[in-house]
T-cell receptor, first 116, second 118 residues
């Protein structure tokens, strides 16, 4: 049981290049999230998914796209990278029973992306 | 939307002292409040959480208190140890709906860098 796994762990991109970050979870969680972490700003939600085939925008979605073709995978894409997207990206997943008022989120190990 | 403010941004204590981190939230509908610990270069890990129908929860040296009226909650660490040094994040979860599905949407505070000196 690996939990939540992100690939790659590190990446350097040139401005204008594209890339895809992969998040995989083996806990059969319905909900998956992409956050970015910047100094002094905590974790900000980029996009999320409440189930296979569904995606929705979070707080800071501009410049990113996502897809959830399989329940266990959540992909984050940067079509044309910009220096402002230099950050540490975390994927998370959670299971929330329908009668629960909250959820526990499990995070991946992070991807450090630098755009030059 | 929800807004979570966390203070202080940095906290330095001596080993054995207590540490307190405070968070306030804006949306009275928030009903779940987890705390995460993130060691340098590692992923955030859930250390304790509290639901809106509870005022206090303890787990060994850590405790969380919630004041719904004032919309603030706090993390208390007693008998601090050097291995407690990390960044701590509070968060507030509000039930949201997307496509007819209910889920919890987390908003994080800005984080507190805790340093425990031996």
């Amino acid at each position: 049981n690996a939990g939540v796994t992100q690939t790659p762990k590190f990446r350097v991109l040139k401005t204008g290049q594209s890339m895809t970050l992969l998040c995989a979870q083996d806990m059969n969680h319905e909900y998956m999230y992409w956050y970015r972490q910047d100094p002094g700003m905590g974790l900000r939600l980029i996009h999320y998914s409440v189930g296979e085939g569904t995606t929705a925008k979070g707080e800071v979605p501009d410049g990113y796209n996502v897809s959830r073709l399989k329940k266990q995978n959540f992909l984050l894409g940067l079509e044309s990278a910009a220096p402002s997207q230099t950050s540490v990206y975390f994927c998370a997943s959670s299971y929330s029973p329908l009668d629960s008022f909250g959820f526990k989120a499990f995070f991946g190990q992070g991807t450090r992306l630098t755009v030059v | 939307g929800e807004n979570v403010e966390q203070h202080p941004s940095t906290l330095s204590v001596q080993e054995g002292d207590s540490a307190v981190i405070k968070c306030t939230y804006s949306d009275s509908a928030s009903n779940y409040f987890p705390w995460y610990k993130q060691e340098l270069g590692k992923r955030p890990q859930l250390i304790i959480d509290i639901r809106s129908n509870v005022g206090e929860k303890k787990d060994q040296r850590i405790a969380v208190t919630l004041n719904k009226t004032a919309k603030h909650f706090s993390l208390h660490i007693t008998e601090t140890q050097p291995e407690d040094s990390a960044v701590y994040f509070c968060a507030a979860s509000i039930r949201a709906n997307a496509g007819g599905t209910s889920y919890g949407k987390l908003t994080f505070g800005q984080g507190t860098i805790l340093t425990v000196h031996p």
